[in-house]
């Protein structure tokens, strides 16, 4: 059974920084997407970011582009959200998710962490 933990969330300024991980288990995940999602209360969850294992693919939001950082750890199946200048903005639970490769839907979702960033 697949399992996503994140881990990492918290309060923070704007402007400061905060690392977000998941750790992956339950199958191998060498052939699946892996990606961040956020929730701001009152909006829709968006993505923020996805890769494969591989790193061969990635994409970000236009919103955090040139600021958050998404990697993995193939060895230790954890993924990493790394989220630099923060702004007020960025305030949500953030959700991490996993697909295989050759779905169109996340199908498999963390409990999620709250992220705050105070002005």
């Known amino acids: 059974q697949v399992q996503l933990v994140e881990s990492g969330g918290g309060l923070v300024q704007a402007g400061g920084s905060l690392r977000l991980s998941c750790a992956a288990s339950g199958r191998t995940f060498s052939n699946h997407v892996m990606g961040w999602f956020r929730q701001a209360s009152g909006k829709e969850r968006e993505l923020v970011a996805a890769?494969?294992?591989?790193?061969?693919?990635?994409t970000y939001a236009d919103s955090v582009k040139g600021r958050f950082t998404i990697s993995g750890d193939n060895a230790k199946n954890i993924m990493y959200l790394q989220m630099n200048s923060l702004k007020p903005e960025d305030t949500a639970v953030y959700y991490c998710?996993?697909?295989?490769?050759?779905?169109?839907?996340?199908?498999?979702w963390g409990q999620g962490t709250q992220v705050t960033v105070s002005s």
């Open positions: 998710a996993t697909r295989e490769t050759w779905k169109t839907t996340f199908n498999y």
């Open positions: 890769m494969n294992w591989s790193g061969a693919w990635i």
